[in-house]
C-alpha cells in the first residue's frame, strides 16, 4: 500500500520562496510529481520528474519552480521561488507505478501581501 507525506504549504509574500516535500513509501515509483488546485479550477500539473531524471514543467512555473527527488529515499520536492499570488493552491504530490498512481492529501499554498 502506498503512503504519501506532504509537507511544506505554507503562507509567503509575493516573490517569496517556498519548499514542498512528499515522502512515498510503497513500491518503486516510475513518475513523481506535483499537481495543483486553485478553487474553482480544475487539477493541473506543476511539475514532474521521470526516476531517471527528466523533468516537464507547467509554462507558468517554468524558470521559478525546480523539481527534484531521491530515488534512494523516495522522496519528491518542489522549490517554488519567485511565488505570485496566482500560484495560490493547494498543491498535491503525484505518484506513478506499474500498478497505478496514488496521491498525497494536499498541503495548501498562499501568496499573499
Same mark, same amino acid.
Request: charge should be positive; proline fraction near 4%; glycine fraction near 12%.
Given at each position: 500500500?502506498?503512503?504519501? +507525506?506532504?509537507?511544506?504549504?505554507?503562507?509567503?509574500?509575493? =516573490?517569496?520562496?517556498?519548499? /514542498?516535500? #512528499?515522502?512515498?513509501?510503497?513500491? $518503486?515509483? !516510475?513518475?513523481? =510529481?506535483? &499537481?495543483? *488546485?486553485?478553487?474553482?479550477?480544475?487539477?493541473? /500539473?506543476?511539475? %514532474?520528474?521521470?526516476?531517471?531524471? !527528466? %523533468?516537464? &514543467?507547467?509554462?507558468?512555473?517554468?524558470?521559478?519552480? @525546480? !523539481?527534484?527527488?531521491?530515488?534512494?529515499?523516495? @522522496?519528491?520536492? /518542489? *522549490? $517554488?521561488?519567485? /511565488?505570485?499570488?496566482?500560484? %495560490?493552491?493547494? &498543491? &498535491? #504530490?503525484? +505518484?506513478?507505478? +506499474?500498478?497505478?498512481?496514488?496521491? =498525497? *492529501?494536499? @498541503? *495548501?499554498? @498562499?501568496?499573499?501581501?
Amino acid at each position: 500500500q502506498v503512503q504519501l +507525506v506532504e509537507s511544506g504549504g505554507g503562507l509567503v509574500q509575493p =516573490g517569496g520562496s517556498l519548499r /514542498l516535500s #512528499c515522502a512515498a513509501s510503497g513500491r $518503486m515509483f !516510475i513518475l513523481m =510529481g506535483w &499537481y495543483r *488546485q486553485a478553487p474553482g479550477k480544475e487539477r493541473q /500539473l506543476v511539475a %514532474t520528474i521521470s526516476r531517471p531524471g !527528466i %523533468t516537464n &514543467y507547467a509554462d507558468s512555473v517554468k524558470g521559478r519552480f @525546480t !523539481i527534484s527527488r531521491d530515488n534512494a529515499k523516495n @522522496t519528491v520536492d /518542489l *522549490q $517554488m521561488n519567485n /511565488l505570485k499570488p496566482e500560484d %495560490t493552491a493547494v &498543491y &498535491y #504530490c503525484n +505518484v506513478k507505478s +506499474v500498478l497505478g498512481e496514488d496521491w =498525497g *492529501q494536499g @498541503t *495548501q499554498v @498562499t501568496v499573499s501581501s
